[in-house]
């Protein structure tokens, strides 16, 4: 009868062999070893493992960024591999937003990571959520997460990008003033031929530069207006923000509101004709007798937004007539007043002559006055000034010319 020897131990995924044949340890590791027996047995040892995998997620505008999974705070011991549209390292994401937009599964260890990004985000808030198994948890700080046995671990990083808001208005002056303009940002029409008080309402933009412009409608003449423009942003107190060619910088959270002012440059004449110095005062008087004596005044408004200087009125005709001298300045008044009006004169008498078929004037006796006026703003470098026409006629009556006497209006 052979002796035997029992040796206890474990074994662990491998059967042992007993001259290179395999068999079944027993209970707690025990092998039976017989005469001549060669017994080999083989402890394997396989490390517990799970997978992380970081993803990336972008809210609103993308951009570029670097993924790393490490085993260190900021690390990326875990994978170098190259990826994403430049190149980067370790795990870049792609250029814009777009593919690739994650690491993918990593298969590793059981222990401690930590999921972090770097670069291109100065402009982006961000968020970091994590699933074990579908499931969420919170990760710890520094982007800390733990690996379990056959765990699947998901992060996603959000990105979204940093927004503020531009709004641009119009404001006319006068404000029923007919001017009528489109308003843009960034090129795109946001406010199509709006008048006074339209808008293109709050538009949410990147943070950034960002640029606003406006444009005249059909038959509105931008020369007709002194134009600025002025910003503030609402959400901080109203504080001014500066606007280089219509170029501005919005920040993150700002609300900003642009103003387009147009302040319409405007003079206007209205000449009146009168029997009397005292009135009253028409545009036209039809019936007038031969010789008869006739007086004129001119009102002179200003209809514009801006306030007007060194107005002056001139009638060739009446000039002549009064004072031998077409060229003559009837009045110089030093200022009218934005939506003010002055009245120049009367002037005369002049005396009335024949009118009709057959004579000089057979469309009636027509003269014209004009009036003149600038804008002088101090932060500007030109002057701007405008002029008006208007006339005033007469024509003689059916019965003057056969013999009526002339009547004379003192």
Not at 274 to 285: E, M, R, T
Request: proline share 5%; charged share 15%; net charge negative.
């Amino acid at each position: 009868m052979s002796s035997r020897l029992v040796y206890y131990g474990k074994c662990q995924t491998k059967r042992p062999t007993r001259g290179g044949t395999p068999f079944a340890p027993g209970a707690n590791g025990e092998v039976t070893v017989g005469e001549n027996d060669v017994v080999v047995c083989t402890f394997t040892n396989t490390r517990q493992q799970g997978s992380i995998e970081l993803v990336k997620a972008w809210s609103g505008t993308g951009g570029q960024t670097t993924l790393k999974i490490g085993t260190t705070v900021g690390g990326s011991e875990v994978d170098s591999q190259l990826i994403g549209a430049n190149g980067g390292a370790p795990l870049t994401t792609g250029a814009n937003g777009g593919a690739p937009l994650t690491t993918g599964a990593n298969a590793v260890d059981t222990g401690t990571y930590y999921v972090s990004e770097s670069g291109g985000l100065s402009t982006y808030n961000t968020s970091l959520a994590c699933t074990r198994g579908g499931t969420p948890f919170a990760p710890g700080a520094n982007g800390q997460v733990s690996v379990g046995r056959n765990d699947v671990v998901v992060c996603t990083f959000t990105n979204t990008r940093q927004q503020g808001k531009i709004e641009v208005v119009k404001d006319l002056v006068p404000s029923d003033s007919s001017g009528r303009f489109s308003l843009l940002i960034d090129g795109a029409v946001y406010a199509t031929d709006v008048g006074n008080g339209g808008s293109t309402g709050e538009q949410s933009v990147d943070t950034g530069s960002h640029s606003i412009a406006e444009t005249p409608a059909a038959g509105t003449n931008p020369a007709d207006y002194i134009t600025s423009v002025a910003c503030v942003d609402t959400a901080n107190g109203n504080a001014p923000v500066t606007v280089t060619a219509g170029n501005l910088n919005v920040g993150y959270a700002q609300d900003i509101v642009c103003t387009f002012t147009n302040r319409l440059v405007s003079i206007a004449i209205n000449k009146q004709i009168g029997l009397d110095a005292a009135g009253p005062w028409q545009d036209s008087l039809l019936g007038v007798a031969v010789e008869t004596l006739l007086y004129y005044r001119f009102v002179v408004a200003n209809n514009g937004g801006v306030d007007l200087e060194n107005v002056t009125v001139t009638d060739a005709t009446l000039g002549a007539q009064l004072f031998g001298d077409p060229a003559h300045i009837f009045c110089t008044i030093q200022g009218i007043s934005a939506g003010a009006s002055e009245i120049c004169g009367p002037f005369g008498p002049t005396v009335s002559q024949h009118t009709g078929p057959g004579t000089a004037y057979p469309d009636g006796f027509v003269n014209t006055a004009t009036a003149s006026g600038c804008y002088l703003p101090a932060t500007y470098a030109d002057q701007y000034c405008r002029s008006s026409d208007d006339s005033a006629s007469y024509s003689e009556g059916s019965m003057s010319r056969i013999g009526y006497l002339p009547l004379v209006m003192r």
